[in-house]
């Protein structure tokens, strides 16, 4: 037997400590998560309205944020954004029915509606996800399958209210009755009485796990206000739910595996859907394993019971991990009430993209929507964020920044440190030396927290709080009046012109997280190249300033695309 000594041996076991630390570490480092993000998939019994692009423009800037700071951080892991359409249960059958189509057609047509206006308003998914294709009903079934392997699933009698709008079971007071009609408390939805077999899941054996995790992640639920409710209401959720329907009522869903006389409750099957995407029922799969969980699932407020509450009981049921985060938004109105199809107030999404533009009516509602309030639609405010913002601000701002008269060379001019103290960029009425490098230099870092914290109207407001400085720069500085014959005047006029390209250059790059397309034109005039568009470059501004090297000096304007964002008047304005 070899003889070791005490020190050798201790030093070999240190070193194998480390050894396995760094090939820990090295794993650790080549399993990268993607960051997955989801909205909810949408109903197909009628046409999209702007209450659904709400919640995909919400989802759709912040995956365009995290797309800008991986290309920055050069991270391998990708961006998965998944929405689509949620086409079972007894509420499409009927809406295929009433037009007499089968439902098959009749899911096709609309689900190609919510696609077509994706692509006006450039909501940039990577899946768009269909409840009626192949991979989701394997999902569906190895999930059931699962849940009943673990012992959650037994069949019982249910016999209780049923609102088929929300396609959800109702106990007796969360119903009322109005008009002699009885009708679901929170949606006004008329509900039916129903007696069936049906399978049922042990909820109220799941909830305590779902319970125990939202006490020690407060930021499970996202903002404080939907968190505290959820709180709040989990202690009515402990008896079991129904999770099937008799077949020969709701023929129109997934059978369940093990009984073909039952169809998979409708919420059960949507829900899945998120798994689908990532890949299950293959949950060894690199991309099962990259993806799950999802780091955020974007709903609004009346959905919150399915994805809080019941949501995370099946997956932990299932032995899967719940999602990272749910961030909840509140509802748009017209005249108060909430815009949606039964009610017949909706406003029509393809209707204002026909008249403002897609991507203008989406950064309407990113500038105007604040997660924890309903916001009323106008149009008032709708032609105030696009005119103001986009054409009057922004648009004037490259405008007259391009005129040949301010800039006779059509090139990026140089920052002359010596002149930066003679322009005058604060504004009247402010008491702090509020100067536009200043502003410039902190926008990255603001635009960044607030769309970490989905405040994208702030985020947008901090952009054209400095670009408006950048139009005040122009106008108290009389750039119009200065002689370019005069080395000084030159002077002058070029370090001012050259702190509003800054401006827009870094304010470009950030509003791809907004309005991609009216960024590109923008950045594509000050001559910035593709690598040049990340969060990066929109750190490292006013380096001349700094005692560096600005790549951008003396590069030629770029290719005139035409107007940023022409105006829009009241009267070319369609809502419904
Ligand atoms: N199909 C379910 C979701 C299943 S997810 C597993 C559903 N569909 S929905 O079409 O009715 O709603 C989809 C999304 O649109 C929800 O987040 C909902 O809150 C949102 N909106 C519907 N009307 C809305 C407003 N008036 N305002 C803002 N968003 C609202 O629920």
Redesign the pocket.
Known sequence: MMNVSPVFAHSFGQLSVRLRKLLLSFSQQKRFKSFYITT????VNASP?I??L??ASLADARQRYEKLKREQDASESEIVFATGT?EHGQKIQRAAAKQKLNPEKFCDNVSTRFKDLFSLCGIGYTDFIRTTEPRHTAAVETFWNTLSDNGYIYKGSYEGWYSTQDETFLSESDTKIVNNQRVAADSGHKVEWTKEENYLFRLSEAIKEVRSRYEKNTSAIYPMKFYDAVMNDLQYFNEDISISRERSRVPWGIATPSDPNQTVYVWLD??I?YLTVAGYPDTNSRRFKSTWPADCHL?????VK?HAIYWPAFLIAAGLEPPRQIVV?S???MKRR???KSLGNVVDPFKIADSVSGERLKYFLLKQGILEHDCDFSTTLLLHAVNKDLSHTLGNCLNRSIAPKLCPDQRYPPFHSECYGTLTSRREGFSEPFDIIDMVTRLPESVETNCQRYHFYKGAEDIMACVREANALLHRNQLWHLDHSDEGHKKLSETAIHCVYETLRVSGILLQIFTPSIAGKLLDKLNVSAEERTLRHARESFSTYRGGHCPYTGRNLGEDKGILAPTVKQSMLVIK
């Open positions: 909810p998939i949408y109903y309205h209450g659904h709400y919640t949620d949507a829900l859907n709903i609004g407020q009346d959905i399915f938004h509802h748009w109105l909430k815009m949606s």
